[in-house]
């Protein structure tokens, strides 16, 4: 069996050395874990409300089937449905992309991750 060992400290002495050894473990061969903070939002492009890779008027239309429209799909990601990340997604999301869409509005802003569908 092969054991491996870390030099802790080093000291020359004339034409020798003086090594203290300490043993590895396989914990501290592992690379260092990453802490990474949760993600907050779903959202991957502001406005894309149907979640298909793409702002347009499909987006529009498919929030105002989920605004009139009873027991309508809620969006997959709200926070892409909600364009001015108010925290809601209401008739004003819609208007806000129409105005984007033909108009040439303001962009869309991802919602916060705390909002409602």
Known sequence: MTRLFRIMKAKAIGM??????????LDSLAPPQLQA???????VIPGD?????SMNIADITFLIARTFTPGADAPFCCDEADVNADGRVN???MVLLVE?????????VCGSG????
């Open 114 to 117: 705390v909002g409602q569908c």
């Open 49 to 53: 409300a149907d979640h298909s890779g």
């Open 100 to 108: 984007r869409i033909f108009a040439g509005g303001t962009a869309p």
């Open 37 to 43: 903070e949760p993600l907050s939002s779903c959202c």
């Open 16 to 25: 020798s050395a003086l090594i203290a050894l300490t043993p590895l473990t």
């Open 91 to 93: 008739l004003l999301d």
